[in-house]
């Protein structure tokens, strides 16, 4: 396998992570309990609300973890967040599609 497959190979990867990371962070954040209508009960995320109420008195401070998530659920991801997420997608997906392109080469 020549040196172009796998470039070929590793961008097409990096596109389908992206996209796919883009996808499922919504698919995630509301599998674990944060909504647009805010934290399901008997979640996760109630569990990590939760904690960090007793952490910090009684409240949730701005800024942290379960706001943050919370936020994102409920206005969905802002544009730096997303460039943020498809590059971490892309990065993971290109790694492994040059990996297994190289691989394949051992493989004939």
């Known amino acids: 396998m020549g040196i172009v497959t ?17 996808a499922l962070v919504p698919a995630a954040l509301g599998a674990i309990g944060f909504s647009s209508s805010g934290i399901s009960a008997g979640s996760y995320a109630a569990g990590m609300m939760s904690s960090y109420a007793v952490a910090n008195g009684g409240g949730v401070a701005a800024g942290s973890l379960v706001s943050v998530l919370q936020s994102a659920a409920a206005a969905g991801l802002s544009v730096a967040t997303k460039a943020v997420v498809a590059s971490a997608g892309a990065s993971v997906a290109g790694g492994v599609g040059a990996t297994m392109g190289w691989l394949a080469g051992f493989l004939r």
């Open 6 to 22: 796998i470039v070929a190979v590793s961008a097409a990867a990096g596109a389908a992570g992206a996209a796919g990371a883009l």
